[in-house]
């Protein structure tokens, strides 16, 4: 790789540090169409200027930025609409399908500096190698920054990319609520009658997406590679519990008057985590609410959310409804309720991993499995063919300040998303 | 009693219900300092004025109400100084001594009417009462209201009367925030070099207490009876418990390389409930703050308070030592960390039985020992004869929507404590 191109990588990372980053515990606080995230995106929109690219936006806050091929008629060179989603649809890229790649800027409450922004800046790099190479590309190759991805503020990942897809429809969200009780469609135009579209047309015409991530567990530190490919995303959900009891006085209420919903969690939490362990699967309870919420009464209820993800549709399935099964014993128990509700639940989506033959072949990468949404699965299971390039993280943390990537790797991550969008934009 | 004053009295009652009731849960939430809980206090020095009282102000936003014996000089009537605490202290009123009744307008989160309020109207009610018996009080006899009881806010629970004996000093609490980040200094005045005074001198030449209270438990309910008198307020204490672990990404960590907090504090409030149960104490978790607080992150800490009462002094070091054990034992095989911290201790109180004795004895009324926490508490351990006296609660429930008590209950309180301070304010 160019010194410049290295350079140039290692300036965006830089600019992008301090924002949002915060000093007792050196996290990201990056919360979509907030300050800092709405920093990032104004910042990705000049990198797009500075290098000419043609820049869209989509009425949920999408973008794509556009390295047109010389001559193209702007924007009619894509097809107005993408090919049918299906299994039938060929792996290889669409023919005159434009390519893109990208990420998202968001990150989770207190999250690490990787997650999104690494796919953002690598995708800008690319370009940068590509250019450098000499390369023309022979169909339109974008960059895609989707909002919203983690779900930490509207509480449905992948908003933007769903909305982007047509998977989820604008009046099925726009009312969806942060813990402040702003509503999604108060920061969000959305389609409107005015004109500004009523359909997001950022993916027409696409016929590949390749989404490069920081790793997110140690499959690429065990196996002593920086960059691996995504085979498959697991089946995930999340799952919202509910759990009613009745208010009490902590010191004058006899332990047994109790109908105390705090107990019924805590027995909840640790049967999920004794059940994912035991089968090789995930269950977490991260996030928790409880009413009165103060020190001298006993709860009147508790909301907690339960993440689940397992290596099938069925096992996921199995899982979920054996942590309901045990909270609903102890809820009998404890003279309390519990009702559970799924939020949002995403099927296994695989991955195309033929889009990364080079010259070599793909097994030059290893292949693993992911246990965390993205984009790419939302656009994989629309039906545009997709693949997703990992990045070694040396603490294999993820979702926290502890998330990490040597520059060395991140630098191989870039070249090698360039030689994947060299072949693919032909 | 007369028709009027049960007339006034539920007159009183109804100006106070909608008064910082939340629609959804018809619970009541005034909290110290803030509007629902100032309008209270509005209503209270007007109740006050239209009485004929005279309002005395302390720094700390306590206040009482005085009524005068006829020709006293106002206020050098009372000692400029209460005689010391301790134990070789007269149990019957200091002789010339001011009489005292009443208790707090704060509420718990989402909490009751009663606890607080009762024992306010009730103590106005009762000089209705002695006022239409012709009685002429004989020394000062006044109805006192002390802030922040619950503790609901600043964390500290009988903040107002702490500082009014001089238990607690100001340095020590004025930097204490509530959750929001506003300290108690910014709310409060306190202490001024412009005169406020130095200290609360409400209490000076006060030489009984007596406070009415909702009762918080079935004790009069399974005793079949109206009204009883608190022989005792367990010890009993709040203490944070710091749970530390390590983010990390629900979805991609093996449950084996976890560092979850989240499992740690679980186990917690299920030993502490174990614990309590087993030994016919109380323990509590009902208050929990976790980070980030995110669905698809694993917790990286988790902050709970545990609430523990029990019927000795050591029993209660026994209690808190025991869950203590569990926590760290468990904090051991999670890979977490666990320091706990205690935030205020009280230790055992015994009240002075004998100032209830009234014609008929005090055998008319049962003897109960309290759970619960009391500004009397404060009063009695500071060295102030103080007395209790409980009216029954159908429900048994407290801090909750569905605390209640009964109009007759209510007047057979009021008549109680209007006999009460007959006698002590002869």
New interface residues.
Partial sequence: MPDRVADDFERMWADLAPVGRAAS?G?YHRSPFASAERELAAWFEEQCAARDLRLERDPFGNVAAWWDPPGAVVPAVRAPDRPGPGPERPGLPHPGGAVLTGSHLDS????GAY?GPLGVVSALAALDVLRGRGFVPGRPLGVSVFVEE???RF?L?CLGSRLAVGATSWDDVRGLRDRDGVALGDVVAGPTSAGAGERSTLLDGVGAFVELHV????GLVDLGEPVGVAGEI?P?G?YRFDFGG????????????RH?P??T???T??AA?KQ??LAG????????E???????????RVTA?L?A?ASSDDALTDLVAAVERQAADRAGRDGTTVTVTPESVSGSVGFDTTLHLGPAGHERWPVLA????HDAGILSAAGIPTAMLFVRNPT???????ESADTADCLAGVTALADTLERLAR
């Fill in positions: 515990s996290g989770v409450l207190d999250g997650d983690e779900g930490s509480g990942a790793e997110q567990g140690r697991w995930h999340r009745e208010a009490n006085h902590a010191g004058s209420t006899r332990m047994e008057d105390d705090m107990l969690y805590a027995m939490a640790l985590n994912a362990r699967q995930r269950a977490t309870f991260g996030r928790i409880v009413a009165p919420n103060g020190t001298n009464a006993v709860a009147s959310w993440d993800r992911s246990q965390a949404g294999g943390v993820s979702h926290s300040p502890a």
